[in-house]
């Protein structure tokens, strides 16, 4: 069986002197969204943040199709592994085309003009995106959700085979919420991806992972099937909260529903 | 102005050897200083001096230049700074240069100078703290030749050396005088006077005192139109202009061989007459004694005997 | 075929900007080389250049001083502006990227005062010697690169730039210059007036001399810059993201901090220190064509080299024979557009907060 596509193996990791996370090992195969879960300040940025190659690892390691992450050169990762993060800003506006023709760079040349072939990824990326009508625009005239999607369709204009992201629906609606899940179960199923993403909705994760590692205190304290990982039982060990799991009527994955304490039935 | 020059020429020659002396005075006795006495100086001050100063402060290597020609070296007990290098015994007195161009007062009260002398103007502040403690502060400043004389007697009548500033000025009026007759008898030359090519080329215009020398040295600047004592000028007018004598000052940092091989320069007949000099600034940007030295070297630039 | 149409829609605006710059820049070079102090007649121009580039003889009527003034004095002249003006305006949108802040500028950040302490002190020294003018252009190099890293030490704090510590660092750091040369300059009594000249900055005085240093140095740094368009534009994401798509952040830094120094350096030691102009030529281009450095970096190059040009010719013709310092003339334009840019920033920093 070949090596899967991601492999964090034992990594501990922190800031200066300070842990943020201990012997943690993951693994993503081609075709699978792993979907990373737990309180804040679990760990899970920091994580995300070692994999995509900008925090080296105290110890551990991590594999990228079969290579050492950090023994890459910058454009040889990222050619493999594309991050979306929370937030893009840049220093002076770039339109939204340009903007995601920049997920090109790790094929550009320092100059940095595109071939055909870079613009046609760049395209299919911003269709994907559902903001290829927004293409003329300047990033920073656009609304919180059009901008994430602007960030997510960079990631996808890189083309690697490792995707990162970090709770990509912050500021998405609930329509473009569904239709970011859409994208991101597409780049596992129908373009053999391996994806890693950080879910602050356990819902969300839960309708979308084909596996869940919970991070607490920076280890991992579940991994497994989201109807194994997410229970009451978790919920109230991990998070400290009383809810209600149910199956979804249709999918019958797990659906964590809250309950506040001291508030009872509504009239 | 010519004319005036040469007229306080005359007047000091008819008081220095053509009157006739009275046989009972020894020519040799000053003049009783005239203390207290009260004077007002460039600035519309007033300065009041009970008696002559014993403990004198310069603001300007000029009027340090003026007190040693006057004789009163001894009593000189601060200077500006390291400008003050003539005469060599200047050099060893103590320097109250204190920081932006401003005497430090702390140093000129420790000193316990009775007068200082300003030779630039301006620093309205420190003048004033200066007044406060009781220690006068007179400023002079020289636009031209002519000034230079009054102001130097009356450095003399401040410091109660009267005589000597008298015979001090009468000779620099014969020197002049005696110049200006040599080169009044040819035409006045078209000259340009360099003060700095580096960055900006600046020259001299109408208002300052080397503009005033110049002419006194039969010259007739081509920066005449200028609206500045110090203007930045152009090279392309200069070469239009093409003055028949080159001067440049030493403070320009540069040298004849440095002017002869500049772009250009070689198109104009001063270069191609071997017409550059270079004029020591010292002798003609401090309105001091030695002016007449530079304005003996300006007229022979100007006009080789 | 409307896709195509609207995916070059930047590219072409950028074709279009790069020729109005293009005429601009020969607009400027003409009008600078036909004025001057000297009224030489266009006829007289063209008689002159035409017999220059051996398609005709000596012109008749024309005194030699003519042409003495034309190509000695205000070609070089103007060339030498072009090639100030162009450096000062790259190394702006290098520092401009770099900081990821339009406020960066060479003269702001004091790398132009660390370019000028360092020739200063070769010139003082007089160890220029058998070196000259090149000795002058690597010591104001050498001075410029520390500054610029000092100055991106100190202005950095974590991933970010911030505005008020690229300023006070900027200025912290200049007044430190500024006081070295005041000290240096107290050490050699006798040349401070030419230094003191030599500091306020112009172009006039320099000749072909100058052109032959300053413009190889600057053409190299040009076109480091140039080939690294790409990952300017990269770089505006700022360092983690740029890391995350392919750029070797401090290896590119690193690179840039030379570019940026090497052309003011080069600048400030054929025209003294000049403000302004490497902040307000990418300012406004960059609201015009877009961040894009494959279009910013050679709309700069003309636009800054027309600014420069023009502020010359303004310099030498408003008040001729007499002349202004150029210096004066960028500073006169210039600071009222550096306050607008200030308020600017700070109204959408408090927008953004």
């Not at chain 1, 002197?17 to 940025?45: M, Y």
Request: charged letters at 20%.
């Amino acid at each position: 069986m070949p090596e899967p596509l991601l492999v964090v193996s034992g990594v501990t990791a922190g800031y200066g002197r300070r842990e943020a996370v201990r012997d943690v090992s993951i693994e993503v195969a081609a075709g699978q969204v792993v979907g990373l879960i737990g309180p804040n300040g679990s760990g899970k940025t920091t994580l995300l943040r070692v994999a995509s190659r900008a925090l080296k690892p105290w110890s551990g390691g991590v594999r990228v199709a079969g290579r050492d992450l950090y023994g890459l050169r910058p454009r040889e990762a990222a050619r493999l592994v594309a991050v979306v993060p929370q937030e893009l800003s840049a220093a002076f506006p770039f339109t939204v085309r340009e903007t995601v023709l920049l997920g090109r760079a790790p094929y550009l040349s320092s100059w940095g003009s595109g071939s055909e072939e870079d613009w046609a990824h760049a395209r299919r990326a911003m269709e994907m995106a559902d903001i290829a009508h927004l293409a003329d625009r300047p990033l920073d005239e656009l609304s919180g959700g059009e901008r994430q999607r602007s960030v997510i369709a960079q990631a996808l204009a890189q083309d690697a085979p490792v995707v990162l992201m970090d709770e990509p629906t912050t500021h998405l609606d609930l329509r473009h919420i569904v239709e970011a899940l859409q994208l991101v179960a597409g780049m596992a199923r129908d373009q053999a991806k391996a994806v890693l993403v950080v879910f602050h909705d356990l819902n969300l994760a839960a309708a979308v992972c084909d596996r869940v590692h919970a991070l607490a205190g920076g280890r991992v304290v579940a991994a497994g099937p989201p109807e194994q990982v997410l229970t009451r039982r978790f919920l109230a060990e991990v998070y400290g909260i009383e809810a209600e799991v149910y199956p979804h009527a249709v999918t019958g994955r797990p659906t964590v529903v809250l309950q506040v304490p001291g508030i009872g039935p509504g009239r | 102005m010519r004319s005036r020059l040469i007229l306080v020429a005359l007047v000091a020659l008819l008081a220095t050897a053509c009157l006739p002396q009275p046989a009972d005075t020894p020519p040799e006795s000053p003049p009783e200083p005239t203390f207290p006495l009260s004077l007002t100086d460039d600035e519309g001050v007033t300065v009041e001096l009970q008696e002559a100063p014993e403990r004198i402060v310069t603001w300007a290597p000029s009027l340090t230049e003026a007190l040693f020609a006057l004789d009163l070296g001894e009593q000189v007990v601060g200077v500006s700074g390291d400008f003050d290098n003539f005469p060599a015994e200047a050099a060893e007195i103590e320097h109250i240069g204190g920081s932006n161009f401003q005497p430090n007062v702390e140093k000129v009260v420790q000193l316990e100078a009775d007068l200082v002398l300003d030779g630039f103007g301006g620093g309205e502040d420190w003048k004033q703290r200066l007044r406060e403690q009781d220690i006068a502060v007179f400023t002079l400043q020289a636009n031209t030749f002519d000034d230079l004389l009054h102001d130097l007697q009356t450095v003399g009548r401040l410091t109660g050396a009267n005589a000597e500033a008298d015979e001090l000025v009468a000779d620099m009026a014969d020197q002049a005088g005696s110049i200006e007759v040599r080169v009044g008898e040819e035409p006045a030359v078209s000259c340009f006077f360099e003060v700095g090519f580096q960055g900006g080329f600046f020259t001299v215009g109408p208002g300052s005192f080397i503009y005033d020398l110049l002419e006194t040295a039969g010259c007739e600047p081509v920066t005449s139109d200028a609206s500045d004592a110090f203007p930045q000028w152009s090279v392309e007018a200069l070469l239009e202009d093409d003055p028949e004598v080159y001067l440049v000052s030493s403070e320009s940092g540069s040298t004849v061989q440095a002017v002869k091989r500049r772009d250009g320069f070689d198109a104009l007949t001063s270069v191609e007459e071997d017409r550059v000099f270079l004029i020591d600034s010292d002798l003609i940007s401090r309105a001091g004694p030695r002016v007449v030295d530079g304005l003996e070297a300006l007229a022979d630039a100007l006009h080789p005997e | 075929m409307r896709e195509a149409g609207a995916r070059n829609g930047r590219r072409r605006g950028g074709r279009g900007l790069l020729a109005a710059l293009a005429l601009l820049l020969a607009g400027s070079v003409l009008v600078a080389v036909a004025a001057g102090a000297v009224r030489i007649s266009p006829a007289t121009i063209v008689r002159l250049f035409a017999w220059k580039l051996g398609l005709a003889g000596p012109p008749d009527n024309v005194p030699d001083t003519t042409a003495v003034i034309l190509f000695q004095l205000r070609l070089p002249r103007v060339v030498l502006a072009g090639i100030v003006g162009a450096a000062l305006a790259v190394s702006g949108a290098v520092f401009q990227a770099l900081f990821r802040n339009a406020l960066a500028d060479p003269a702001i950040i004091g790398v132009s005062s660390g370019a000028a302490l360092g020739a200063i002190a070769v010139l003082l020294t007089g160890t220029a010697g058998a070196l000259g003018g090149l000795a002058v252009s690597g010591a104001a190099f050498v001075g410029a690169l520390l500054t610029a890293f000092l100055v991106y030490r100190l202005a950095r704090i974590g991933p970010t730039v911030h505005v008020t510590t690229l300023l006070l660092g900027g200025i912290a750091v200049a007044a430190v210059i500024s006081a070295c040369m005041t000290l240096v300059m107290s050490f050699s009594s006798q040349s401070v007036q030419s230094i003191y000249f030599w500091l306020l900055g112009g172009l006039g005085q320099r000749g072909w001399g100058a052109i032959a240093i300053a413009g190889p140095l600057v053409g190299a740094g040009l076109l480091a810059a140039a080939l690294f368009a790409g990952h300017l534009n990269l770089s505006l994401l700022g360092e983690e993201r740029s890391g995350q798509l392919g750029l070797d952040v401090e290896r590119f830094k690193r690179v840039m901090l030379v570019v940026g120094s090497l052309l003011a350096a080069a600048a400030v030691s054929v025209s003294g220190l000049i403000g302004f102009v490497g902040l307000m030529t990418p300012h406004i281009l960059r609201l015009v064509g877009g961040p894009d450095h494959r279009i910013l970096l050679p709309s700069v190059v003309l636009g800054g080299a027309s600014f420069m040009i023009l502020a010359d010719l303004a310099s030498r013709v408003v008040v001729s024979p007499e002349e202004i310092p150029v210096g004066a003339v960028t500073a006169l334009l210039g600071g009222p557009f550096f306050l607008w840019l200030l308020r600017r920033e700070q109204r959408e920093a408090s927008a953004h907060a």
